[in-house]
């Protein structure tokens, strides 16, 4: 499996993307593989601060539940709606639809801290067998 | 630590349909191929083929074989004519639940023990210990390949692969021998899916070969394989135990509404005063089937409040696929066991809404 490029990533299997003054957050591939189909998203509300590598919710699947860790600080400015009634939107699009929150971040530096897509695909092969 | 992890025959044939093999009970299984939701619509409008190889076959044989297992299950083995099964549970002498399975009379003595993978040494060890020393007895378990064909289409699947007519009529709980695609086979209507279907015994050998048959044999009647994410979905809307969850070691089968595999007046079992002397002065828990009246999904171990305080807990929940809910199961003190009574699920701090409904949840 290859990573969209133009991503950032988390040691959790989130992705993180910088859209102007805002970063959008998603599950990776990865993550959706191993959950299965996405029943339930707990996220938190518009204006809630969520830190760095810290829950800022859940996700559920038919078998298991997950949490979700913040790639970086600061303010949620927007939830992805739709997954309330369409959690199936995260397996089909992780990185288009399947977006679950973004985030106004309270320093953006904070993102060069991740993983890009070639570090995290090594990541990932350290993880298997 | 990892230990070593079995593998069925079939594991290959799981990997070339791009199955996620996990870890359960000791072996690397299937828990899905296409996802989870899929193959358990499948089961229920069409059909599934399931490797369920992990789980524990014992043959015991001779005159005293179904006299010897009857001693050992609640169930009233003594009345099971060749070529029938029932279902049935273990107990140790506090009439506490060391089991559930399925019992087989193949021959007139040959009695086959079907037994959960998670439980194969506790019941070989069981069987061993109690059984009598002239009662010839295997653990076929490593031998044996099982695989569950099941679905309202199971009949289409079987007729597809030549069965006789005997085989396509064989009743509810009854097992007969077969061959199949050229294996020689037990076949029985038996399953874990609350569908109609078959359950197919068959050497180590032939099971590549049966696999890849049915699979084919399936083909135009919409079978797909099915892993144990959906084999879970499944038997929970339909309210069958899975043991470790909804049953163990601390339940007797009273109280998880079992009393109907227990035959108090029949020959006597391990277990048996135990379980009288339980119905006689009564049980103060049972166990339920709920379904969520709020946003979330209940799982096991999560605490059922009511009032503010912990009244009992959870043993298995999921999405139910077909019923369209959320749903699950646990243990609740009686008075608040009766359909409609309002429970809360403690999901991660948040005591979330449900309601007590009739089981199954199912029912095809």
Known sequence: MTYPRDLQYTREHEWARLEGDVIRVGITAYAVEQLGDVTLVDMPAPGEDVQAHERFGDIESVKTVSELFAPVSGEVVDVNAALESSPELVNEGPYEDGWLITIRPSDQAELDGLMDAAKYEEYLGTLDG | ?364
């Not at chain 2, 490797?51 to 001693?71: K, Q, T």
Request: charge should be negative; aromatic fraction near 8%; hydrophobic fraction near 40%.
């Open chain 2, 1 to 364: 630590m990892s230990e070593t992890l079995l593998e069925t025959p079939l594991a290959d044939e799981h990997r070339a349909l791009g199955a996620r093999l996990v870890p359960f009970a000791g072996w690397r299984m299937p828990v899905q191929y296409e996802g989870i939701k899929k193959e358990h619509e499948a089961v229920r409008t069409r059909a599934g083929l399931f490797d369920v190889s992990h789980m524990g076959e014992i043959l015991v044989e001779g005159p005293n074989a179904i006299a010897e297992v009857d001693r050992l299950v609640t169930n009233d083995v003594s009345k099971l004519d060749v070529g029938r099964a029932l279902y049935t549970v273990c107990c140790n002498d506090y009439g506490l639940i060391l089991d559930d399975l399925i019992v087989y009379r193949l021959e007139a003595e040959k009695v086959l023990v079907v037994c959960n993978a998670s439980n194969r040494e506790k019941i070989v060890a069981h069987f061993a210990k109690s059984l009598d020393l002239g009662t010839p007895w295997n653990d076929v378990s490593d031998e044996w390949t099982l695989l569950a064909l099941q679905g309202p289409r199971a009949v289409d699947v079987m007729k597809e692969l030549g069965a006789t007519a005997d085989l396509i009529g064989l009743p509810s709980f009854h097992v007969m021998h077969a061959n199949i695609a050229e294996v020689e086979l037990w076949a029985a209507r038996t399953g874990y899916t609350g569908e109609d279907g078959f359950e197919l015994f068959c050497a180590n050998e032939d099971a590549v070969r049966l696999w890849r048959a049915v699979l084919e044999a399936g083909q135009k009647h919409g079978l797909k394989p099915v892993g144990l994410g959906a084999r879970d979905t499944l038997r929970l809307e339909a309210r069958l135990m899975l043991y470790g969850h909804d049953i163990n070691e601390h339940t007797h089968p009273f109280e998880a509404g079992l009393g109907w595999v227990v035959k108090l007046d029949a020959n006597d079992f391990i277990g048996r005063e135990a379980l009288r002397g339980i119905k006689a002065s009564g049980f103060d828990r049972k166990l339920v089937g709920f379904e969520m009246t709020e946003r979330g999904i209940a799982r096991q171990g999560y605490p059922i409040i009511v009032g503010g305080s912990r009244v009992g807990e959870v043993t298995s929940g999921s999405p139910g696929p077909t019923v369209g809910r959320n749903i699950g199961l646990g243990y609740v003190p009686k008075a608040l066991s009766k359909v409609g009574t309002t429970l809360g699920i403690e999901i991660r701090g948040k005591v979330v809404g449900a309601v007590v409904v009739r089981t199954p949840f199912y029912k095809r």
